[in-house]
């Protein structure tokens, strides 16, 4: 189709963009010399390899996993503002960090997070284990309700429990330890580098086409629970998939960005309004494709220069996105008011 075929080349010029563009102003000819291995300055190289590149792989698979993450939660509930932390999840990674960042600190007087690298690990492997502890027990409720509304109430109280827990850990915790929190919770791109970054990206290309083979039942479950159970769907199994495939995707990003929350909202609108379908085998691709490039977008905006360090993400994605969804949904209302 055309418009994937835009969005592809979209996606490969703001990915160019994204390692011309910093507070550091490299000739394309190096970065081309650069990236295909020739002679060029080191500091420049640096740049690129450890910061530039890192970032802009990142922001493109981390927008395609929150992206579709949100296309699956807005499938399985029907409902339009559901998003990747509707059931919790990203709470409960966040509450899997403030045990590393807040709680470690308290206990044994220096925190997990202040130990470079390792400090690093424990707070990926913190975020993995609550966002997967918190999906694990809404697979079990999912399998004890029969309504998508009751999981829904559930799944908004787990992560209201979870952000007093979070709440009590700041209040006993050193200034220091809140503000490395707080700082994580902004989210960013360029948290993930070298290693870690290979390791992210290889994930999620594997997560995301395991994600696309649910579409089928994705289909069905538009239809309504009644008339995909004639057609042979079995709901329960469709719905705890959709929900284990959504927060294994949420998990691994917060995991190594920290909680990213507009994408997943937002995207799904934009890719319908851009396409006019509700098949999700085209929905599929194109919300990835769109959610890789408003990514992309978010991060170069919070690079651009003038700035000291770089924006949080989570503020920029909400100003790009915000006024970009509102006028999807104004656009959307005047053609059924034309209608």
């Given at each position: ?100 960042v807040l709680l470690s600190g308290r206990i044994g007087g220096v925190a997990l997070s202040r130990l470079g690298y390792l400090g690093d690990a424990a707070i ?81 290309c594997i997560l995301l086409p395991l994600a696309c083979l649910l579409v089928k039942s994705m289909n069905l479950l538009l239809l309504g629970d009644r008339y ?87 503020s920029v994605t909400a100003l790009v996105g915000a006024p970009v969804i509102a006028a999807v949904l104004f656009r959307r209302r005047k053609d059924e008011v034309?209608?």
């Open positions: 189709m055309p418009m994937i075929l835009i969005l592809v080349v979209s996606i490969v010029v703001l990915a160019i963009v994204n390692l011309l563009i910093g507070s550091v102003e490299i000739p394309i000819a190096d970065i081309c010399r650069i990236l295909t291995g020739g002679e060029a300055n080191e500091i420049w190289a640096n740049i690129i390899w450890k910061s530039r590149l890192p970032q802009a792989l990142t922001a493109i698979v981390a927008g395609a996993g929150l992206a579709v993450s949100g296309l699956q939660m807005q499938t399985v509930f029907r409902n339009p503002l559901a998003g990747p932390s509707v059931l919790g999840i990203s709470n409960g990674s966040a509450l899997g960090v403030a045990f590393v990926s492997v913190a975020a993995i284990i609550g966002a997967l502890t918190v999906m694990m027990l809404i697979v079990w409720i999912s399998q004890k309700v029969k309504g998508n509304v009751t999981l829904l109430i559930i799944g908004v109280m787990i992560g209201y429990l979870a952000n007093a827990i979070i709440g009590v850990l700041k209040f006993l915790s050193p200034e220091e330890d809140v503000k490395s929190f707080v700082v994580w919770g902004l989210g960013s791109f360029s948290r993930v580098s070298g290693d870690e970054m290979i390791l992210f990206v290889v994930l999620m995909a159970a004639n057609l042979g769907l079995n709901i329960r199994r469709a719905r705890m998939l959709v929900i284990i495939s959504s927060g294994v995707l949420v998990a691994i990003v917060t995991a190594y960005c920290g909680p990213i929350m507009f994408i997943g909202l937002a995207v799904p609108h934009l890719a319908r309004a851009i396409f006019r379908t509700s098949d999700h085998r085209i929905l599929m691709p194109a919300t990835m494709l769109c959610g890789a490039a408003l990514a992309l977008v978010c991060n170069l905006i919070a690079r651009m220069p003038g700035f000291e360090g770089a924006l949080p993400v989570n034309g209608e």
